[in-house]
T-cell receptor, first 113, second 110 residues
Framework: DGGITQSPKYLFRKEGQNVTLSCEQN?????MYWYRQDPGQGLRLIYY???????QKGDIAEGYSVSREKKESFPLTVTSAQKNPTAFYLC????????????FGDGTRLSIL | GQNIDQPTEMTATEGAIVQINCTYQ??????LFWYQQHAGEAPTFLSY????GLEEKGRFSSFLSRSKGYSYLLLKELQMKDSASYLC???????????FGKGTRLSVIA
């Protein structure tokens, strides 16, 4: 079945550690996105990519990094520079056309130890 | 940037009808999406409106007025499982990412 796979579902990080969240899609979508969601809050865009080897900062890119080496994959690294990383992270993909819906993965919940 | 506004919380009774409103800036607007998100889960796509009028899908309907910058999601015959956040998102010109509202948390009570 086509879809978006995020792993792991739960992730724990020690202070000063970088962690990488995985996102893979087999929907043949050109665009991929990373969002952060805090409890009771809306989605905030971290980074997005519309083509391989290119990506754009969203509203809250500081302390995060991404890569897009393959169309199917868009990993997100939460660096030690991100001082408050505890949140629910959602990956999404879509066709580039803004009339197309985004489809979401199941999310990764990141916590600080 | 574009703003999408929707109420923060709503409460409605099981079996009733509820309307969740969403307003947006009309400049560069293409179309309007609605998503449902249960607590701790990912958003799921509900509907898309690009033309004025009402689109009906079972118990859920979505309405758009392009000239007024206004949309609503109508939920009929409410069930307890409809308790969730409902996200309004606008698509705008320039192949930019969707702009999401902060979501409306709906509580369905007996």
């Amino acid at each position: 079945d086509g879809g978006i796979t995020q792993s792991p579902k739960y992730l724990f990080r020690k202070e000063g550690q970088n962690v990488t969240l995985s996102c893979e899609q087999n929907l043949n979508h050109d665009a991929m996105y990373w969002y952060r969601q805090d409890p009771g809050q809306g989605l905030r865009l971290i980074y997005y990519s519309q083509i391989v080897n290119d990506f754009q900062k969203g509203d809250i890119a500081e302390g995060y990094s991404v890569s897009r080496e393959k169309k199917e994959s868009f990993p997100l690294t939460v660096t030690s520079a991100q001082k408050n990383p505890t949140a629910f992270y959602l990956c999404a993909s879509s066709m580039i056309d803004s009339n197309q819906p985004q489809h979401f993965g199941d999310g990764t919940r990141l916590s600080i130890l | 940037g574009q703003n999408i506004d929707q109420p923060t919380e709503m409460t409605a009774t099981e079996g009733a009808i509820v309307q969740i409103n969403c307003t947006y800036q009309t400049s560069g607007f293409n179309g309007l999406f609605w998503y449902q998100q249960h607590a701790g889960e990912a958003p799921t796509f509900l509907s898309y409106n690009v033309l004025d009028g009402l689109e009906e899908k079972g118990r859920f309907s979505s309405f758009l007025s392009r000239s007024k910058g206004y949309s609503y999601l109508l939920l009929k015959e409410l069930q307890m499982k409809d308790s969730a956040s409902y996200l309004c998102a606008g698509g705008f010109s320039g192949n930019t990412p969707l702009v999401f509202g902060k979501g409306t948390r709906l509580s369905v009570i007996a």
